[in-house]
C-alpha cells in the first residue's frame, strides 16, 4: 500500500480556500508552477478534477465541495498536534501529582505547598509518597512525577534535577541533656550515646567517618531507618540524634538542636524527575512552585 503524502492535504486546503493556483502559492509560499504541479498530483491521487477552469478563474467540483470542510478540520488537528504545547492556567488545571519526599520534607515544606495550590490551583491533588528507598524506578516506571533527595550513586543518569535548597546535618537532644551544659566539643558529642540512622543499616556513616578523622569514635546505642523515628526516640531518653536540620522545623517536645563540633559537608537537597515529563506545561508550571516554596528558608 502505497504510504499518502499528507503534505497534499495542506495543498488542498490552500487551493480550496483560495480558488486560485496563484493565490494558493502564495499562501505556502512556493511558485505557481510548483503549485500546479501539487494540484496535479492531487486530481491523480483523488481521481478528480477538484478545481476546472470558468472563464479565466477555477471553481470546485462536487467533489471537492464536499471535502472542504473535511481538509479545513484536519489541517487545523494536524497543525494543534504539531505546534508547541501552550502554557497552562493553573486555576484551571484539574490534576493529580504524586511527589516522594521524606517525613522532614513533608512536615516542614508541606503546609506552604499546599496552601499555594489551594489558592493557585484548586483543581490539583498532590499526594505526597512515602520514601522506603533512593531507587530512580518508580520515576522511570512512571509511578511517580516528582522526587526530592540528595543525588547519588543509585540515582539513574537520565533523570532532571534541580538544586532546592542546601541543608546541614545538626545534634537534636532532649531539654536539658547533658549535652546543652556547657561548650560542645566534639569529644563530648562523641562520648554521648547516639542513635544511628541508616535506611540500610550500615553502621557506619559520614558522621562516623569525620570523627575518625579526629580520632574519635561515636557510642553507638541502636539504629534506626528514619529520621522521624530517631526524633521519637530522642524525646524520651539521654540519646543524641543526628539529622538535616530540614527534619527539625517542627521538633516535638521542644527537642534542643545543636550545631555539630566538627566540620561536616552540607547536602544539598534536589527535584528529581524523568525526561518524559520535562515539556509538559502543567509538570513544569508545578516545578517553579516547588522551586519559590524551597527558595525560603526550610528552618528558623
Given at each position: 500500500?502505497?504510504?499518502?503524502?499528507?503534505?497534499?492535504l495542506?495543498?488542498?486546503?490552500?487551493?480550496?480556500?483560495?480558488?486560485?493556483?496563484?493565490?494558493?502559492?502564495?499562501r505556502l509560499?512556493?511558485?505557481?508552477?510548483a503549485?500546479?504541479?501539487?494540484?496535479?498530483?492531487?486530481?491523480?491521487?483523488?481521481?478528480?478534477?477538484?478545481?476546472?477552469?470558468?472563464?479565466?478563474?477555477?471553481?470546485?467540483?462536487?467533489?471537492?465541495?464536499?471535502?472542504?470542510?473535511?481538509?479545513?478540520r484536519?489541517?487545523?488537528?494536524?497543525?494543534?498536534?504539531?505546534r508547541?504545547q501552550?502554557?497552562?492556567?493553573?486555576?484551571?488545571l484539574?490534576?493529580?501529582?504524586?511527589?516522594?519526599?521524606?517525613?522532614?520534607?513533608?512536615e516542614?515544606?508541606?503546609?506552604?505547598?499546599?496552601?499555594?495550590l489551594?489558592?493557585?490551583?484548586?483543581?490539583?491533588?498532590?499526594?505526597?509518597?512515602a520514601?522506603p528507598?533512593?531507587?530512580?524506578?518508580?520515576?522511570?516506571?512512571?509511578?511517580?512525577d516528582?522526587?526530592?533527595?540528595?543525588?547519588?550513586a543509585?540515582?539513574?543518569?537520565?533523570?532532571?534535577?534541580?538544586a532546592?535548597?542546601?541543608?546541614?546535618?545538626?545534634?537534636?537532644?532532649?531539654?536539658?541533656?547533658?549535652?546543652?551544659e556547657?561548650?560542645?566539643?566534639?569529644?563530648?558529642?562523641?562520648?554521648?550515646?547516639?542513635?544511628?540512622?541508616?535506611?540500610?543499616?550500615?553502621?557506619?556513616?559520614?558522621?562516623?567517618?569525620?570523627?575518625?578523622?579526629?580520632?574519635?569514635?561515636?557510642?553507638?546505642?541502636?539504629l534506626?531507618p528514619?529520621?522521624?523515628?530517631?526524633?521519637?526516640?530522642?524525646?524520651?531518653?539521654?540519646?543524641?540524634?543526628?539529622?538535616?536540620e530540614?527534619?527539625c522545623?517542627?521538633?516535638?517536645?521542644d527537642?534542643?538542636?545543636?550545631?555539630?563540633?566538627?566540620?561536616?559537608?552540607?547536602?544539598?537537597?534536589?527535584?528529581?524527575?524523568?525526561?518524559?515529563?520535562d515539556?509538559?506545561?502543567?509538570?513544569?508550571?508545578?516545578?517553579?512552585?516547588?522551586?519559590?516554596i524551597?527558595?525560603?528558608?526550610?528552618?528558623?
Amino acid at each position: 500500500m502505497t504510504t499518502p503524502d499528507f503534505n497534499l492535504l495542506l495543498t488542498l486546503d490552500a487551493l480550496l480556500e483560495e480558488g486560485s493556483v496563484a493565490g494558493a502559492a502564495r499562501r505556502l509560499r512556493l511558485s505557481p508552477s510548483a503549485m500546479s504541479r501539487a494540484l496535479a498530483r492531487l486530481r491523480e491521487t483523488t481521481g478528480d478534477p477538484l478545481l476546472v477552469r470558468a472563464g479565466r478563474g477555477l471553481v470546485p467540483t462536487p467533489r471537492a465541495l464536499m471535502l472542504r470542510d473535511q481538509v479545513a478540520r484536519l489541517v487545523q488537528e494536524a497543525e494543534a498536534v504539531l505546534r508547541p504545547q501552550q502554557e497552562i492556567d493553573p486555576a484551571h488545571l484539574v490534576r493529580t501529582f504524586r511527589l516522594r519526599a521524606s517525613d522532614g520534607f513533608v512536615e516542614t515544606l508541606g503546609p506552604a505547598l499546599l496552601a499555594r495550590l489551594a489558592v493557585e490551583a484548586p483543581g490539583v491533588r498532590l499526594h505526597f509518597v512515602a520514601k522506603p528507598d533512593k531507587e530512580s524506578g518508580p520515576l522511570r516506571r512512571g509511578e511517580l512525577d516528582f522526587e526530592t533527595g540528595v543525588i547519588g550513586a543509585s540515582t539513574a543518569p537520565e533523570l532532571h534535577t534541580q538544586a532546592l535548597f542546601r541543608d546541614r546535618f545538626v545534634a537534636v537532644v532532649r531539654p536539658d541533656h547533658p549535652l546543652c551544659e556547657g561548650p560542645l566539643t566534639a569529644a563530648r558529642y562523641a562520648a554521648a550515646h547516639h542513635i544511628l540512622v541508616s535506611r540500610r543499616g550500615q553502621e557506619h556513616g559520614p558522621i562516623d567517618q569525620a570523627l575518625a578523622a579526629l580520632k574519635l569514635e561515636r557510642h553507638v546505642t541502636t539504629l534506626v531507618p528514619g529520621f522521624a523515628t530517631a526524633l521519637a526516640l530522642v524525646q524520651h531518653s539521654d540519646l543524641v540524634a543526628t539529622v538535616p536540620e530540614l527534619h527539625c522545623a517542627s521538633l516535638h517536645g521542644d527537642l534542643v538542636r545543636l550545631p555539630l563540633p566538627f566540620p561536616l559537608p552540607g547536602i544539598t537537597l534536589a527535584l528529581l524527575w524523568h525526561p518524559r515529563l520535562d515539556a509538559d506545561p502543567a509538570h513544569r508550571w508545578l516545578r517553579r512552585l516547588i522551586r519559590e516554596i524551597c527558595a525560603q528558608p526550610p528552618y528558623a
